[in-house]
């Protein structure tokens, strides 16, 4: 049948309307998978702001000096952080600090 419809390059008129009955069917029921890399349900709807900081700072990456990176980049005189986000990249800065002391066992 692929074959057919393929060699024709034309598609029966409820072809289109057939799939958008199955669509309309099954998305009721569908709800979005993360990716296996997302670990927090997106489906609240809440800022970038409010998500982030319901973020927990777990390993900071010692070993890798993560930290020092992030204060190299933090402290350019180029970085443009937008006002909204000012408040809060402080205190995650003062956040990853003190974990990465914590972690260093200092």
């Known amino acids: 049948?692929?074959?057919?419809?393929?060699?024709?390059?034309?598609?029966?008129?409820?072809?289109?309307?057939?799939?958008?009955?199955?669509?309309?069917?099954?998305?009721?029921?569908?709800?979005?998978?993360?990716?296996?890399?997302?670990?927090?349900?997106?489906?609240?709807?809440?800022?970038?702001?409010?998500?982030?900081?319901?973020?927990?700072?777990?390993?900071?990456w010692p070993d890798a000096n993560l930290c020092d990176v992030y204060l190299y980049l933090w402290k350019n005189k180029n970085l443009n952080v937008p006002l909204l986000w000012r408040d809060t990249m402080r205190a995650f800065t003062a956040e990853l600090i003190s974990a990465t002391r914590q972690h260093m066992g200092s």
Not at 8 to 36: D, F, M, S, T, V
Request: overall charge positive; some cysteine; proline content about 5%.
């Open 1 to 60: 049948m692929t074959f057919f419809l393929y060699g024709l390059r034309e598609y029966p008129k409820g072809l289109g309307k057939a799939l958008l009955k199955i669509l309309k069917e099954n998305q009721a029921h569908l709800k979005p998978e993360p990716c296996l890399r997302q670990k927090y349900d997106l489906t609240e709807h809440v800022s970038e702001i409010e998500l982030f900081k319901s973020m927990k700072l777990n390993d900071t």
